[in-house]
C-alpha cells in the first residue's frame, strides 16, 4: 500500500513564495521519479517539474527559474519551492510518483502514484 500526501499548499501574494512536500510512505521498493503536476481551474493538468532517480530535473518553461524541485531520499519526500508567484500559478498541484511497491519480490508492481493534490491560490 502506497500513500503520496501533500502540504504546504495556501494562499499567497503574487510575488511571494511557497514550499510544497509530499512524502511517500507504504511498502515501497524503489522510487523511480518524482514530480509535480498542476491543474488550474478549466485547464488540463500539466506538468510541472519531475526528479528522475539520477537527480536530473526538468521543469516546465513557463516554471523554469522560478520553481526548484529537490529530494529527500532518506525521507521519500520531494519538495516543491515555489518563488516569486505569479496568479496564473493558482492551480490544485499533485504530486507524483514512478516507483515500484511491494515488500517482497512477488508482490512488486510498477506504476504510478498520485496525492490528493494541495490547492496554491497566488492572489491580492
Do not use: H
Amino acid at each position: 500500500q502506497v500513500q503520496l500526501v501533500e502540504s504546504g499548499g495556501g494562499l499567497v501574494q503574487p510575488g511571494g513564495s511557497l514550499r510544497l512536500s509530499c512524502a511517500a510512505s507504504g511498502s515501497i521498493f524503489s522510487i523511480n521519479a518524482m514530480g509535480w503536476y498542476r491543474q488550474a481551474p478549466g485547464k488540463q493538468r500539466e506538468l510541472v517539474a519531475v526528479i528522475t532517480t539520477g537527480g536530473s530535473t526538468n521543469y516546465a518553461d513557463s516554471v523554469k527559474g522560478r520553481f526548484t524541485i529537490s529530494r529527500d531520499i532518506a525521507k521519500k519526500t520531494v519538495y516543491l519551492q515555489m518563488n516569486s508567484l505569479k496568479p496564473e500559478d493558482t492551480a490544485v498541484y499533485y504530486c507524483n510518483a514512478d516507483l515500484v511497491s511491494g515488500s517482497s519480490w512477488f508482490t512488486r508492481i510498477r506504476d504510478d502514484y498520485w496525492g490528493q493534490g494541495t490547492q496554491v491560490t497566488v492572489s491580492s
